[in-house]
């Protein structure tokens, strides 16, 4: 595997479910991010994490819950989502978010449905 | 409020032609532009950037140019092929003061489709 992959690529669930999305990225990195796109919106960034500590929450609901055991992989825990929460959701990671302006490499995203 | 706009939501060119895809942004701070590209089914990919001591920027096919009196960025391709006909982000950063500028803004972005 290399680059940025997302677990699963598609997910319906419904509004009393709780899920996790999987991130991993195989790039060394040490900064990961996560996204979401929401149809003809643009992407609004939602968690940062730098060396695994969180370093940025951008007023994300508390129903999306994010975890980083490692530099390699990040999780969003979802619980009691909304139908509105419906979109696509992107991880990207980025050599070291720390040091100045960086490439940030995305992984395919996650299809998310709630009903 | 949204600070970086890209109002076209679709573009098309015929092949061969020149693309010119177009973003505006409001806040005065950003100092550095990216553009990405997605194709469906996958995630953006890094395409060009460019900073704010530049006003343009040049890789191939594809060159960025920023006007910053009018707080205007564009993506010129040329010629295109249909292989970029993708949707295009352009995206834009600015220090927090602590020196992180890992946040990046996004446009809505814009579809553009190159004909045969």
């Known amino acids: 595997e290399t680059g940025v992959t997302q677990t699963p690529r598609h997910l319906v669930m419904g509004m009393t479910n709780k899920k996790s999305l999987k991130c991993e990225q195989h790039?060394?990195?040490?900064?990961m991010y996560w996204y979401k796109q929401s149809a003809k919106k643009p992407l609004e960034l939602m968690f940062v994490?730098?060396?695994?500590?969180?370093?940025e929450n951008n007023s994300v609901p508390s129903r999306f819950s994010p975890e980083c055991p490692n530099s390699s992989h990040l999780f969003l825990h979802l619980h009691t989502l909304q139908p509105e929460d419906s979109a696509l959701y992107l991880c990207?990671?980025?050599?070291?978010?720390?040091?100045?302006?960086?490439?940030?490499?995305f992984g395919p995203g996650t299809r998310l449905l709630v009903l | 409020d949204q600070q970086v706009k890209q109002n076209s939501p679709s573009l098309s060119v015929q092949e061969g032609r020149i693309s010119i895809l177009n973003c505006d942004y409001t806040?005065?701070?950003?100092?550095?532009f990216l553009w990405y590209k997605k194709y469906p089914a996958e995630g953006p990919t890094f395409l060009i950037s460019?900073?704010?001591?530049?006003d343009k920027n040049e890789d191939g096919r594809f060159t960025v140019f920023l006007n910053k009196s009018a707080k205007h960025l564009s993506l010129h391709i040329v010629p295109s092929q249909p292989g970029d006909s993708a949707v295009y982000f352009c995206?834009?950063?600015?220090?927090?003061?602590?020196?992180?500028?890992?946040?990046?803004?996004f446009g809505q972005g814009t579809t553009l489709q190159v004909k045969p």
């Open positions: 990207a990671s980025s050599q070291d978010g720390l040091a100045g302006v960086e490439t940030q490499y």
């Open positions: 790039l060394g990195h040490n900064a």
């Open positions: 994490y730098n060396f695994k500590e969180q370093t």
């Open positions: 806040n005065s701070m950003f100092d550095y």
């Open positions: 460019i900073s704010s001591i530049k």
């Open positions: 995206a834009a950063t600015r220090p927090d003061g602590s020196g992180n500028t890992g946040k990046l803004i």
